[in-house]
């Protein structure tokens, strides 16, 4: 059975820094891409990016460069978004996610999912 | 970015109403194209991929259709389960696109 286990929640403060995590299992990790989608609250879905775990290849959303860095530990089968310097405007929940096809990020669509990390960025 | 319009943001149905979404993208998108749905509290769920490819599981109650620009997803005989957020997302250049949602009420 395909899962994926994220982090649990999280209350931060402006300026700190947070790294979240997701665990696959149930599957060949290095072959699917997994990505990131932020869901702000009462608002709706934002792809932020995926990551080939095999070589770390990543795609960004160009709203989302720079602003988060995603990577993986293929020895741990698990994928991490992280953050330097956490704003107000980051809080939101995190959904990690796996594509339905092995291999391409073309013409791809996530699958499995997470639950959801919420993260909480308040003074 | 290619943008993705949803119609209407929100349809009151009733158990047994057919229900139809809508999908615009602003540029051709060929077929691919495809609708998450997601109940209150929970992640998404992939219904439809390739705009008419039905992800293994979901009832056949879920259809979709369309290719180009203009996308429909149709929930026939509606159920008590299926009152949720729908999503439709492009998925033929970076960064994909999701649309604003739908939401069906009872």
Known sequence: ?????????????????????????????????IGWVRQMPGK???????????????RYNPAFQ?????????SLNTAYLQWSSLKASDTAIYYCARH??????????FEYWGLGALVTVTS | DIQMTQSPSSVSASVGDTVTITCRASEDISNLLGWYQ?????APKLLIYAASGVQTGVPSR?????????FTL?????????FASYYCQQA??????FGQGTKVEI
């Open chain 1, 1 to 33: 059975e395909v899962q994926l286990v994220q982090s649990g929640a999280e209350v931060k403060k402006p300026g700190e820094s947070l790294k979240i995590s997701c665990k696959g299992s149930g599957y060949t990790f290095n072959t699917y891409w």
């Open chain 1, 44 to 58: 709706g879905l934002e792809w932020m990016g995926i990551i080939y775990p095999d070589d770390s290849d990543t």
């Open chain 1, 66 to 74: 720079g602003q988060v860095t995603m990577s993986v530990d293929k």
């Open chain 1, 100 to 109: 339905r096809v092995k291999g391409s990020y073309y013409a791809n669509w």
């Open chain 2, 38 to 42: 997601q109940k209150p509290g929970r």
């Open chain 2, 62 to 70: 879920f259809s979709g259709s369309g290719s180009g620009t203009d």
């Open chain 2, 74 to 82: 149709t929930i026939s005989s509606l159920q008590p389960e299926d």
């Open chain 2, 92 to 97: 033929h250049t970076l960064p994909p696109t």
